[in-house]
């Protein structure tokens, strides 16, 4: 299995533009999310998701936009990126849900973003 | 600011050296976890405490949740280089079931 993947390791964009960071986990695990770490803020949940056709809004989800088309699969798309969306964004999986929250939850490598 | 203070934030420390981090709030929680970061990757679980007062060991790491559910330390005793990164911990609040992670405590040991 090789788990949590992320695409791309890096990306530099300008304020504006607009992409994609993509995250698939072969787990077969329902329950996927995306994180965002900064620098002495710990890691804040942007959106997540509990299945295929399921999604929402977590601690920070402004100028993030999420789908979930397929157990496998959970794209995160920045609109117009900002140079406040600056970070290492993290996607994570986990196999079950305890009272809505993930129980051991499997991190992929991580995004690094700049945006200028 | 943090909901979870982690301290200290940066520790460097000799290979042989036993350690304390800690991991605070005035909120109440229904679990707590402990990860490790090492650099250019994601966390990793190391262990989820879910009773007050519960004690859990994990060959030379000693996780505690605190008896009213507020806070958390990590001890490592005769620590090694290979303990070097960033540990993180993560709790879930009691009564709104969201989780939250503090900024971390970055450890390094020096050989």
């Known amino acids: 299995n090789a788990g949590v993947t992320q695409t791309p390791k890096f990306q530099v964009l300008k304020t504006g533009q607009s992409m994609t960071l993509q995250c698939a986990q072969d787990?077969?695990?329902?329950?996927m999310s995306w994180y965002r770490q900064d620098p002495g803020m710990g890691l804040r949940l942007i959106h997540y998701?509990?299945?295929?056709?399921?999604?929402d809004q977590g601690e920070v989800p402004n100028g993030y936009n999420v789908s979930r088309s397929t157990t496998e699969d959970f794209p995160l798309r920045l609109l117009s990126a900002a140079p406040s969306q600056t970070s290492v964004y993290f996607c994570?999986?986990?196999?079950?849900?305890?009272?809505?929250?993930?129980?051991?939850?499997?991190f992929g490598p991580g995004t690094r973003l700049l945006v200028l | 600011t943090q909901l979870l203070e982690q301290s200290p934030q940066f520790l460097s420390i000799q290979e042989g050296e036993n350690l304390t981090v800690y991991c605070n709030s005035s909120?109440?929680?229904?679990?707590l976890q402990w990860y490790r970061q090492e650099p250019g990757e994601g966390p990793v679980l190391l262990v989820t405490?879910?009773?007050?007062?519960e004690v859990k060991k994990l060959k030379r790491l000693t996780f505690q949740f605190g008896d009213a559910r507020k806070d958390s330390s990590l001890h490592i005793t005769a620590a090694q280089p290979g303990d070097t990164g960033l540990y993180l911990c993560?709790?879930?609040?009691?009564?709104?079931?969201?989780?939250?992670f503090g900024a971390g405590t970055r450890l390094t040991v020096k050989p």
């Open positions: 993560a709790g879930v609040l009691w009564v709104h079931n969201d989780m939250r």
């Open positions: 909120s109440v929680f229904s679990s």
């Open positions: 994570a999986s986990s196999y079950s849900i305890s009272a809505g929250v993930p129980e051991t939850q499997y």
């Open positions: 405490v879910v009773t007050g007062g």
């Open positions: 998701s509990v299945g295929a056709g399921i999604t």
């Open positions: 787990m077969n695990h329902e329950y």
